[in-house]
């Protein structure tokens, strides 16, 4: 099922308390990891804003707390939304390694490759690398969309 805790029995008090610590520890840590993409998306929709002597001490010494709420809110919602209406793990983590396994082993590499070398697309050598990036899209596409579907068709 993807949760280790579902294995053990449930009329168990030490389970249960637990289960508790667990989910108390998963509510009070997300917000802190999600600190590096709360930055990213500040800076995002606000990229030429008076910041610290560097980005990240903004934070630090408390600047915009209300639009620093609102960017972990923006983040955090959706996350636990999603985690209480999906029925598993496994389709975060079959979503997760379509799109990141493909980003990271096809699509990345050649990006970079084709933005570092300042190659045209036209050149001959560079085809390859094209064929690698749509390649990944294809890919990369197709499984994503056989996950979704997975959710909504059942296989006999």
């Known amino acids: 099922t993807g949760n280790i805790l579902l294995s053990y029995p449930e009329d168990d008090i030490f389970i249960d308390i637990i289960k508790v610590l667990v989910a ?11 600190f590096p993409s709360r930055v990213s998306l500040d800076n ?10 560097h980005p990240w ?13 609102i960017a972990t809110a923006m983040l955090i919602v959706p996350a636990y939304i999603l985690s209480i209406t999906l029925p598993g793990v496994t389709i975060v983590f079959s979503l997760t390694g379509s799109t ?6 096809y699509l990345f590499p ?22 690698l990036l749509v390649f990944g899209l294809i890919f990369g596409t197709i499984s994503t969309v056989i996950i979704i579907l997975d959710l909504f068709i059942e296989v006999p």
Not at 44 to 53: N, V
């Open 24 to 34: 108390i520890s998963i509510i009070l840590t997300f917000p802190t990891v999600l």
């Open 110 to 131: 050649g990006w970079f490759y084709l933005k570092l070398s300042e190659r045209s697309w036209k050149d001959p050598r560079s085809w390859p690398v094209i064929l």
């Open 44 to 53: 995002i929709i606000f990229p030429d804003k008076d910041i610290a002597p």
């Open 100 to 105: 990141a396994s493909t980003c990271c082993s």
């Open 57 to 69: 001490l903004q934070y630090f010494i408390g600047k915009d707390r209300l639009r620093t709420m």
